[in-house]
């Protein structure tokens, strides 16, 4: 994990926002600094917020991970 290397991070999701604010939570255990935010990467507007988000916590250095939970059909 990024955050047991030191990292800071910012962590981006469109619809997992409950999943992405726990994995902050073990981060900030680790003793980084991590935030949550909810971002639509194809939206403009929530990338810049992303970078923002980053920004406030010091200098960027991307990593990027893509996961996707499928949930079955109702």
Known sequence: MLARAGHDLVLGSRSAT???ESVAEQARAEGVRAV?????????SDV???????????Q???????????????
Do not use: W
């Open 18 to 20: 409950g999943q992405a």
């Open 36 to 44: 949550a935010v909810r971002a639509d990467v194809t939206s403009e």
């Open 60 to 74: 960027v250095t991307p990593a990027g991970q893509q996961r996707r939970v499928d949930r079955p059909h109702r």
């Open 48 to 58: 810049d917020g992303l970078f923002a988000a980053a920004a406030e916590l010091g």
